[in-house]
């Protein structure tokens, strides 16, 4: 073969692998070495995991399999290495347990390349990564290194984590794949809490096969193919409830051209009305949100202060403090509605079609732009997928479209996510 | 004053502090000599913070405010402590990070006298503890040393976690009040997970008061005096659902002779029929708590799997392996219409009276008891107060009367709770 090992994805690897093509340890060497030539400029890691050779030559003597190389957002505990959650005050010494859903990783095969870079405790305060498609843009928050060092080839898969948008606006800036799960679909031991009723644990990719494998992983699952989804057979919803109105022209343009292509390619393709349900949920989103972020970071607040951001302390903290108890627990329950609204709503379509953000990646380095696409998605906690489909005339920077499933529906939105990439997908991610 | 510190509730000694016939450092001393002195004995705890006086001395000089002396389950993450959560494989080294709850409490003024035992990862298996009324008696679990540690007066207040029923059946057996608040109402970051759905801090304490108290603090809420509850204005329900037929007849007799009484003052006493939502939340609660606790404990069960007790590869461990997803995802949904339908329920009734346990403590160290009776609740998410209203005829230990208020009901709970253990309770709780 004449690519070079780190622009496969871990699917492509583990086949060449498996062909007797490549080994293990000339992919991830040959990532290492990609980062090595790269992280000075992305600076997409938080920490870098020297011991990786080593585990993986342990993995070979215990059991000859090969292992898969992961980037772990800095906000999840991973046995040995530090977690500093993108803030400088806290202890570095190494985590003394890991995440349940790092072990399982673990024990399938995957090894841990480092930490990627978070925004600060998961919020909005940047960290000091940048864009590969333009390091002048933001990568986008909180999984800002684990979108860049996907998008950049340093790694095939990274976690990300998602409170509002942090795993598919990164995504869709990044001109990479970012999935969220069915709300309680994948283990959040030893991850830092934001806001647990709606934080989720995601994934980075460059093909929907490796969200699929990884998803199997985390499931304790047998892994298997994703099956190949009939478009005609599927119903597809366009929804242009606010905040539609606010994506640029650009953006609304290409997701009409391309629901048309979409129309036009067999697939049911209609509106969806579900102004009510999104705007109440983006209204118990803030209220939740900071009700329990206020609390979450306790330890932060109490001890540390001082040295938190005004982004922080102005943003979701202060949201917090606005609300009481009792708006708390009237938010949950009329959640505890709308979710089982929003169930009978995915009777009459399977996936949901909207913009995974207003645009492409903000030309600044201060901020990490906008959630108001995603956090609906995140407290309803149903499966989101952002798939690289556009990209911007003007800078050619990439714009993503985000597709939503019905709760617990994950197979069939990954089947049909992985027939509309090779239908309408960029033709190739090479670097 | 001729009473010990020690016996006092922290309602009470915080009074006598304030009215200037107590010093907080003669109070938290008299606990300590208490624990010095019994400690061998019962063996409640895991670890002794020797710096505590200094912490009160530190927070004295600070603003002058007193302190509450508290003990935390050693599966709460306290700064500066080890946590061993009932093992002997977990690095003992102190946490660098600890829970929302602990950094609430010690904002508030609290110390933290040291992390009382454990079972085995929450679970089943036994910590030393022994039962304080009687020490060939098992004293409960999951948060054994907590219980023993209130009912020995050695310290006023502690932590305690509620996966089954962990603060309740122990509370009953060592003859405390046991309180496990609205699922969502105590932050729970820092605390060893078993069953995210359903995992919930609690209170063990002597005193009413001392519960509204500490959850005032755990809310961040102005502490205000708990509200005269007129009882004849309430409405209780006799829940004799399964599995009531399965304890002691003397249990069943003291809670009708009660509900007479109760009735006889002036309360709305009536039977409440909710057998089909107790048996399925049963059933759900086994489902649930298997598969997320698998997940939970990934790291033991992955990196210590031979370290794990019996009790525990057998119990809830192997619970989860029989469960896949699909029946986990079906069980999620079901329970969210089964809590829609309680709330229906909790129209006609404000509080539902069932036994806390099957009867008193077993006389054994090798088993913690039953969580039949509590499992259902933890699993619903109602706020649930166990009263230490009877005693045995033979033995004279302790039996416990669970009572269960509708979801966010909590201060009507604690409310009709200090009316009836005034009315109802032990003369006295002096050692």
Same mark, same amino acid.
């Given at each position: 073969m004449n690519t070079d090992p780190y622009t496969l994805t871990a699917t492509e690897a583990l086949s060449q692998i498996e062909a007797g093509e490549l080994s293990t340890v000339a992919w991830i060497t040959s990532c290492q070495e990609r980062i090595r030539q790269r992280e000075p400029e992305?600076? @997409?890691? @938080?920490y870098i995991n020297e011991q990786v050779i080593g585990d993986v030559e342990e993995r070979i003597r215990c059991d000859g399999r090969p292992s898969i190389p992961i980037g772990v957002k800095d906000i999840i505990d991973v046995f040995g290495l530090p977690t500093m959650m993108g803030t400088d005050f806290h202890d570095p010494a190494p985590a003394v347990r890991e995440g349940g859903s790092i072990a399982i990783l673990r024990e399938s095969g995957c090894v841990f390349m480092g930490k990627t870079v978070t925004t600060e405790l998961g919020h909005r305060n940047p960290g000091p990564t940048r864009n590969p498609k333009d390091t002048r843009h933001t990568p986008g928050g909180s999984s800002s290194g684990s979108a860049a060092a996907v998008a950049d080839y340093m790694v095939p898969i990274c976690l990300g984590t998602q409170t509002s948008g942090s795993v598919v606006r990164p995504a869709s800036y990044c001109g990479v794949l970012g999935y969220k799960p069915t709300y309680g679909d994948f283990d959040k031991t030893g991850i830092l809490a934001n806001a647990p009723s709606m934080d989720t644990l995601g994934i980075l990719a460059r093909s929907v096969d490796d969200i699929g494998l990884l998803r199997k992983l985390l499931l304790e699952e047998k892994v298997d193919k994703i099956c190949d989804a009939d478009l005609s057979a599927l119903s597809f919803g366009v929804l242009r409830a606010p905040p539609w109105e606010t994506a640029d022209v650009e953006v609304r343009d290409l997701i009409e051209d391309f629901t048309r292509t979409l129309s036009a390619s067999g697939a049911r393709v209609a509106d969806i009305q579900l102004d009510l349900e999104v705007s109440r949920l983006q209204v118990l989103h803030r209220l939740i949100s900071g009700y329990e972020f206020r609390r979450s970071i306790a330890f932060e607040r109490t001890k540390h202060l001082d040295l938190l951001s005004s982004v922080l302390r102005n943003g979701r903290l202060a949201d917090g403090e606005r609300v009481c108890r009792r708006e708390y627990q009237s938010a949950l329950q009329e959640l505890a509605g709308l979710r089982l609204g929003l169930a009978g709503a995915f009777g009459d379509v399977d996936i949901v079609i909207s913009p995974s953000a207003s645009g492409v990646a903000p030309a600044t380095l201060d901020s990490t732009g906008d959630a108001a696409f995603n956090s609906a998605w995140t407290l309803a906690g149903n499966p989101v997928i952002t798939l690289p489909l556009f990209h911007a005339e003007a800078s050619g920077l990439p714009i993503g479209c985000q597709f939503t499933a019905g709760v617990a529906q994950d197979d069939l939105l990954l089947a049909a996510a992985k027939k509309i990439m090779m239908l309408f997908g960029p033709p190739t991610f090479a670097a």
């Open positions: 992305i600076r @997409a890691w @938080a």
